[in-house]
């Protein structure tokens, strides 16, 4: 029987301790910092180590003989974590800050996809602004603007006229727009398609596709207004067929974690390519080192297999051969945030009708919650996730909303075309609500 600590405080990480609690060899669970929806899993408690106390998570780990770290946010993986959990013989689930580079720095994951000629789209880095500007104007198409650091989700910008190219430069390499994150910029080819979110369990040396789940960054219906971390997701997603994962494993996961191994830093995790599937195929727009939110959300309630299992197996480089069970079901998760997301604050917001949406037989995942005078509030940021199982991801996602519609809190942000506007535009053939096809 094991001890696992999760890291992080987000829905992603409610629903990893969520699938985890489900497992017959986990005994207890520690989340840290974890949130009260988290604390109401069963055999969990919260821990008060934040996710970017690196010594404070080892001592806590020691202190409670914890088995296995499972690390939900890239930040802790960027800065070490694992390394430090791995000098302290304590096994965890997440990449080394070496393989975690492929998500903090994009312009070193820009190289290794160049190196390892796995297809990307093509990209000049620049870390002056004078000359990202005068590169900028010589160039016949209008690039996308990406902050090379870690930035949230927030970091990149697709400009649609050379003005507001400009503007994104400025603000980044002479606005501090992004701090130190956007102190390096790629100024980066467009590529027209559907995106697609793949994700894999990966032992170091084999790995295993999970069913492929698609992300809602916009912040509004139909795919209009910011970039946000993701307002909802779906998964199994209809853009992706059996062959297009093949070609994506062939071509992309493979490669990638053979490369990893060849330079001695195996992969361990999940590894989560962003793609884009163009006429020429599927190109990566980014990897991240971990699972995505929401996509977790809408991916971990079709798993049957023990997801413990799952992770001690990628942990310990034993993943080759575990048959993983997935549900012939489909998910949709639909994200309840707070006013003023992704920019502004807003004041603490009491939550009512979470029983509403569990008697219409949602799964609520929290994020942005606090017990204030033993009450839940919203506090700010994404909030909930609405998440549903469905024979199909309509019906899915129309039980997701039906949650939603429960729910009640001040400023409650949502959208409304979760998983429905894909039903819709599956019927007229695949493509991606954010991003419809033909643009
Ligand atoms: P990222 O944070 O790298 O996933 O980028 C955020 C979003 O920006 C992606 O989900 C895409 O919608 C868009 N994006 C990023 N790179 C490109 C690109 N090269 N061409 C078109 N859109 C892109
Ligand atoms: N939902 C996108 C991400 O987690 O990066």
Known sequence: MSCVLVVGGGGREHALVWSLSRSPRVERLIAAPGNPGIASCDRTENAPVAASDTAGLVELCRRESVDLVVVGPEGPLAAGLVDALAAAGIAAFGPDASCARLEASKAHCKQFLIDNRIPTAAAHIFRDAGDALTHLQARPDVPVVKASGLAAGKGVIVPETRQEAVA????????????????????????????????????GEHFAVLPPAQDHKRLLETGRGPNTGGMGAVAPSPAASPKLIARVSERIIGPTLAALRRAGTPYRGVLYAGLMLTGDGPRVIEFNCRFGDPEAQAVLPLLRSDLYEIMAACATGSLAGAAIDWSPEACAAVVMASAGYPDGRADPAPILGLDGAAGAGCTVFHAGTETIGGVLHATGGRVLAVTAVGPDIEAAARRAHQGVAAIDFEGAQHRADIGLALAEAGRAGPQTPDHPAGR
């Not at 727009?177 to 956007?182: E, I, M, Q």
Request: glycine share 14%; charged share 25%; net charge negative.
């Open 168 to 203: 994104a430069v400025e603000s980044m390499l002479i606005g501090g727009r992004f701090g130190a994150a956007g102190s390096e910029i790629l100024l980066e080819e467009r590529l027209e398609g559907q995106e697609l979110s793949v994700l894999a369990f990966c032992d």
